[in-house]
């Protein structure tokens, strides 16, 4: 099966940025997507890409957050720049239809104001 392990996340001052990284592998290259989860929240799409690199990412979170994927090394990166403490959450990596809904461990990132 896919197997996913998300990398990067941390504890950052508002305004700050960070990188987020989903390594993939056991699958071929696949559209991608990054989710995150507050506390006491639902689950959120936040950016996806596909196979040939196409990009989208949340309304709310354009201008600020970007995905884009290394094929070489099959991962999928996350950049968030100017991070708002709302950013605060465990974020997730996915496969895009269909999903494996094997949510893993995740990466905190953490906002501090």
């Known amino acids: 099966q896919v197997q996913l392990v998300e990398s990067g996340g941390g504890l950052v001052q508002a305004g700050e940025s960070m990188r987020l990284h989903c390594a993939a592998s056991?699958?071929?290259?696949?559209?991608m997507a990054w989710y995150r989860q507050a506390p006491g929240q639902q689950r959120e799409f936040v950016a996806r890409?596909?196979?040939?690199?196409?990009?989208s990412v949340a309304n709310d979170l354009r201008g600020r957050f970007t995905i884009a994927r290394d094929y070489d090394k099959n991962t999928v990166h996350l950049q968030m720049n100017n991070l708002k403490p709302e950013d605060t959450a465990v974020y997730y990596c996915?496969?895009?239809?269909?999903?494996?809904?094997?949510w893993g461990q995740g990466t905190q990132v953490t906002v501090s104001s």
């Open positions: 890409i596909s196979i040939t690199g196409v990009t």
């Open positions: 996915d496969t895009y239809q269909p999903q494996t809904n094997n």
């Open positions: 056991g699958t071929n290259i696949r559209a």
